[in-house]
């Protein structure tokens, strides 16, 4: 088996459906990713609200404004390892908009 890891972290906000189960998700989701790279995977999500989202965005980007997810890849070999920043606040609107649930936008997020 390939060793996978996901980390989670929750900046200044509730994570829709629970952290607990979100973070279930991610590990299931960093398990995939390995057995597809076929080497051990690390990855560190955190999720934030709008506000810290846009501080992150300008800082990476230059953009001004709340954005869905930033993604940082740290290294590729020998292990996969990258940094995953989410907004809930995105997640919640996006959710309400296309009419499923905040947790599920959250992942489709993750997956990205």
Do not use: N, Q
């Amino acid at each position: 088996m390939t060793d996978a890891t996901a980390e989670l972290a929750v900046v200044e906000t509730r994570v829709p459906g629970g952290r607990r189960a979100f973070a279930r998700d991610l590990r299931r989701l960093a398990a995939y990713a390995a057995r597809r790279a076929g080497r051990p995977v690390v990855f560190s999500f955190a999720v934030v609200d709008d506000v810290t989202m846009a501080r992150l965005h300008a800082d990476s980007l230059g953009l001004d404004s709340p954005t869905d997810v930033l993604s940082f890849p740290m290294a590729e070999e020998p292990v996969l390892e990258g940094e995953i920043v989410v907004s809930a606040d995105t997640a919640r609107r996006e959710a309400a908009e296309r009419g499923h649930a905040p947790a599920h936008e959250l992942m489709l997020y993750a997956v990205h």
